[in-house]
């Protein structure tokens, strides 16, 4: 039986530092003699509407992600719509892609958007941003961007798909000029000028009503190596005048790498010298972080620092999630910063790049640049992030995994006619339910994962997750990390009974398992029916597993 210790621990990790003395009588008052694990879910403490773009997406023109993994071209002997691969198409169909951010990432900063217009024969060959880091065996189109796929195919992929295009303009080497005109090709009405018809003589005469734009990418880096005060002069002078044709326009400024709290200090501290005002300009500030460093604090070198994705032990996996949970106190933290310039909070966070990332070697396409094969440890990774996202509904506006296909945490694997849903393509499928429902405190308190760090104790989380409720059906998803221990669990719904429900569950024997083209379904989600008994639940969550339970309510 946990003790109460623990218990209060647990507790206070599970409420998120949220209100813990309301959280209190509901805790004490569960059965202490039922199991050792609890899930209490309060209906009646909505946290806000959990939005739909924080299920976003990230394709940049980087090695396999775009050339090869979603435009085949339409000649290609890979069935596609339009050049577009189809099998992508019908796979993100069924997790409602709400956005997906293009073209980049660093390849942002070096576009330019005039050279994926017009007709496609006549379209100019550009060195990639990436092109040094591609081997001899990649594909030409890797290292010289053929320019096949720009606006024009990119909003089609998106109306295919039914998202809305989140495009991250290029600041470090396009002049102010070439934003607002990108915007004008993109949302100016139909035979209005003379980009519009440029558009419409492509086949596109409506506009695209792009809504998401993005302020260059990691400006502090790649992105034009700023300092915070700089970019957000420059983020003012990029933004002042950009036309609107009748829409509000969300401009998402570069944000903080990881817990860089000084340039969301810098940044908002520039922008409001102006002004408060200033800060309505701004839809979201984009925090990027990745969980990379497995050396268990040994080393902070980027290259030395990385896991496998394949060959890993239990520590490793434990490792990874340890890694990824700090996303939580990255939100906590950068809102807090913020909140001394915001006092309205005015301005969101936007994670528009995150996920793990490993050593080169796990590939599935010898000569994929950043490609990496996501097993169980992944979608176990995505899961508890998404969770994350669901219980900060009014900090994180949107959020975009990096990224889609054939690069760091993909949900899909593609090469020529070969294509497989990976492990966190099938989270994504899960948590497709949560969109649009209302985040609801959720508390969380079981035993502690137990084990040995490089010779010395130590601990991660029993049981999180998050849940939503839509009408009368409840969503609530939960990660149980223990990579052997199932979890029996006792769920209290508070304010409601259970009166049926189902239960989703993405696991596997092997920690390691993963989708290949030859073996695909390997790691599927696998749907049972939920035992409900008068309107009390006991659930027991698998080891190294993430479920779904979709639960209606009497
Ligand atoms: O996702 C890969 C790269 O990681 C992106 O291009 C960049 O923004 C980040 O550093």
């Not at 396999?64 to 071209?73: H, N, T």
């Not at 009974?497 to 989703?504: E, M, P």
Request: hydrophobic share 35%; with cysteine.
């Amino acid at each position: 039986m946990i003790g109460r210790r623990e218990f209060l621990h647990s507790a206070v990790v599970g409420a998120g530092g949220l209100i813990f003395a309301k959280s209190l009588p509901f805790a004490f008052a569960a059965d202490s003699s039922g199991p050792a694990s609890r899930i209490e879910i309060l209906l009646e403490e909505p946290l806000g509407t959990v939005s739909a773009d924080i299920y976003g997406h990230f394709a940049e023109n980087l090695s396999g992600v775009i050339y090869d993994g979603i435009w085949v071209g339409e000649d290609s002997k890979v069935p596609n719509v339009n050049g577009i691969r189809r099998r992508l198409i019908e796979e993100m169909r069924k997790i409602k892609p709400p956005v997906v951010r293009f073209p980049g990432g660093c390849f942002a900063d070096s576009y330019d958007w005039r050279d994926g217009i017009g007709p496609r024969d006549k379209r100019p060959r550009r060195t990639n941003f990436w092109a040094d880091g591609e081997s001899s065996v990649a594909p030409a189109s890797h290292k010289y961007d053929p320019n096949e796929f720009g606006t024009n195919e990119f909003a089609h992929f998106c109306t295919l798909i039914g998202a809305q295009p989140y495009l991250a303009a290029n600041v470090r080497s396009l002049p102010a000029e070439e934003f607002y005109r990108w915007v004008e090709y993109c949302n100016s009405p139909a035979g209005s000028t003379t980009l519009a018809d440029t558009r419409a003589a492509a086949g596109f005469g409506a506009p695209f009503d792009v809504h998401f734009w993005g302020v260059g990418n990691e400006s502090w880096g790649c992105g034009g190596n700023f300092t915070a005060q700089e970019y957000a002069v420059e983020f003012r002078r990029y933004t002042t005048w950009v036309p609107r044709y009748g829409q509000q326009l969300a401009f998402i400024a570069s944000g903080p790498n990881d817990d860089s709290w000084d340039w969301t200090r810098g940044f908002l501290e520039e922008i409001v010298r102006k002004g408060p005002r200033e800060l309505h300009g701004i839809y979201g500030l984009a925090l990027h972080y990745y969980a990379w460093n497995l050396s268990r604090g040994r080393t902070r070198n980027w290259i030395e620092g990385k896991g496998d994705a394949l060959k890993f032990d239990a520590v490793d996996w434990y490792e990874l999630l340890r890694q990824g949970d700090v996303m939580e106190s990255l939100i906590n933290g950068h809102w807090q910063v913020m909140s001394e310039f915001d006092h309205e909070h005015v301005v969101r966070l936007v994670v528009d790049e995150w996920g793990p990332w490993y050593r080169p070697g796990s590939e599935l396409t010898p000569g994929d640049q950043l490609e990496q094969m996501p097993t169980l440890r992944d979608a176990v990774f995505s899961g508890m992030t998404l969770d994350i996202f669901n219980r900060h509904p009014e900090k994180v506006a949107m959020a975009n995994c990096a990224q889609l296909i054939n690069c760091l945490n993909s949900l899909y694997l593609a090469h020529e006619d070969r294509f497989c849903v990976t492990p966190v393509g099938h989270i994504f499928e899960l948590y497709a339910a949560h969109q649009g429902g209302q985040s609801l405190r959720t508390i969380f308190s079981a035993p502690n994962v137990s084990y040995e760090r490089d010779g010395k104790p130590a601990t991660f989380w029993g049981l999180q997750g998050s849940a939503s409720l839509h009408v009368k059906n409840l969503v609530l998803t939960v990660v149980n990390p223990h990579v052997s221990e199932p979890r029996e669990t006792a769920i209290s719904i508070r304010g409601a009974a259970a009166k049926s429900g189902t239960a989703t569950i993405v696991t596997n024997s092997d920690i390691h398992a993963h989708n290949t083209f030859e073996q695909p379904d390997v790691v599927t989600p696998e749907t049972k029916p939920l035992e409900v008994n008068g309107g009390s639940l006991t659930y027991t969550f698998s080891p190294a597993s993430v479920t779904k339970l979709s639960i209606e309510l009497g």
